[in-house]
């Protein structure tokens, strides 16, 4: 995903009513450029690394907030550990069940023709979020 500067990521963070501290900053960043789709103690350790300490308790506050505003999306892995996900437009999630990996297929034209698909089929205002994963070995 594209990265985004600091001054950025306080704008959206503004936009969404929510105030731009250092660790939702950096939380936010995390989420945004992770291709991983980290788990709180992987964001822990990331937000470390920048010399940022903040508690368990305190990143998983902030991301419960970021998933309540619709900032980011929450995983489960195989081992039924939750993960997250600052790519909040509708992609695919491959879930590896031998690593435990997770990791995107975007694919623009698939989607779109998912998402009319639904759209044909429900009103449109009804669709909270379209989601579509695949397992594989």
């Known amino acids: 995903m594209k990265k985004l500067s600091v001054s950025q990521i306080k704008?959206?963070?503004?936009?969404?009513?929510l105030k731009a501290t250092n660790p939702r900053i950096y939380i936010y960043k995390i989420l945004r450029e992770s291709k991983e789709h980290p788990s709180v103690e992987m964001i822990v350790n990331q937000l470390e690394k920048l010399g940022i300490?903040?508690?368990?308790?305190s990143v998983y506050n902030?991301?419960?907030?970021?998933?309540?505003k619709g900032l980011c999306i929450k995983l489960k892995d195989e081992q039924e550990v939750m993960?997250?996900?600052g790519n909040t437009?509708?992609?695919?999630?491959?879930?590896?069940?031998?690593?435990?990996s997770i990791?995107?297929?975007e694919d623009e034209?698939?989607?779109?023709?998912?998402?009319?698909?639904?759209e044909s089929k429900?009103?449109?205002d009804e669709i909270e979020r379209i989601d579509l994963s695949v397992k594989t070995r």
Do not use: M, P
């Not at 704008?11 to 009513?17: D, F, R, T, V």
């Open 109 to 118: 034209q698939f989607c779109g023709e998912v998402t009319q698909y639904f």
């Open 11 to 17: 704008e959206i963070l503004n936009k969404y009513g």
């Open 89 to 100: 437009d509708f992609h695919i999630h491959v879930y590896n069940t031998q690593d435990g």
């Open 62 to 68: 902030v991301l419960d907030v970021f998933c309540e």
């Open 103 to 105: 990791s995107d297929i």
């Open 122 to 124: 429900f009103n449109k």
């Open 83 to 85: 993960r997250y996900d």
């Open 53 to 57: 300490y903040a508690s368990l308790g």
